[in-house]
């Protein structure tokens, strides 16, 4: 199958330890995913600054990958969300983690409004199919995510972006008290489910490059 990228992103100022970033890794270091797709998928995991599309999304995408899974955190959601475009747009109320904010509204000042992912459809149902709740959405924000998005879409390859929400805290029993629970009991983590309906949406990104001209 063609080569594979799947992104995640570093901390930012709300997020000190963000989980993209070791959904995106886990994801892609998945022996399972290497199987189906005959190779190890790409993996970046950039940091959360305007100057990181020059530096890290360009040489990446340079190197032409045939489809993109991008991944990200939105800490106000409560599902995982299927972005199914980005826009020519960017606030410049929130600072990326070196301090700086976009120099101007618009990212490509003689772009597109907009951009539209032609596989959000099909990997929402892939994520359904998996098991997750995934809803469809066509605000991707005005921050990095956005921003990483506009710039792959552009490529014309196969690319959808998923923001998940902050994981839930797994409680830990009470100290000489409460219940443990049972082994295999409970609901899986949140990352766990996640990584498996992820690698089958990385699967379905990779089939749809493979065929595309």
């Known amino acids: 199958m063609s ?8 901390p930012f100022p709300t997020v000190p330890d963000n989980p993209s970033a070791r959904l995106a890794r886990r994801v892609a270091a998945s022996p399972h995913l290497r ?11 950039l940091e959360t600054r305007y100057g990181a599309l020059d530096t890290q999304l360009a040489p990446a995408l340079a190197r032409r990958p045939r ?8 800490a106000r959601r409560s599902r995982v969300c299927v972005e199914t475009r980005a826009v020519n ?5 929130f600072p990326d983690v070196s301090g700086a904010v976009g120099r101007f509204l618009a990212f490509e000042p003689d772009g597109p ?5 032609g596989a959000a459809a099909q990997v929402r149902v892939a994520l359904q199919r998996a098991g997750l709740d995934a809803a469809a959405s ?3 924000g005005r921050y990095l995510c956005n921003a990483s998005y506009y710039r792959v879409l552009a ?5 959808v972006f998923v923001h998940i929400p902050m994981p839930p805290r797994t409680r830990r ?14 609901r899986r983590p949140a990352l766990d489910r996640w990584t498996e309906a992820l690698i089958e949406a990385a699967r379905v990104l990779a089939l749809r490059g493979r065929a595309q001209p």
Request: hydrophobic share 40%; with cysteine.
């Open 138 to 140: 066509r605000d991707a």
């Open 3 to 10: 080569r594979l990228l799947i992104t995640g992103f570093g």
């Open 173 to 186: 029993p009470k100290a000489g008290g409460g219940r443990r629970p049972k082994a295999g009991g409970g």
């Open 113 to 117: 409004a907009q951009r539209w992912s």
């Open 67 to 74: 489809a993109v899974l991008m991944i990200g955190v939105a």
């Open 89 to 93: 747009r960017v606030s410049r109320l």
């Open 35 to 45: 199987r189906l797709l005959g190779h190890a998928p790409d993996c970046l995991v």
């Open 155 to 159: 490529t014309g390859c196969p690319a």
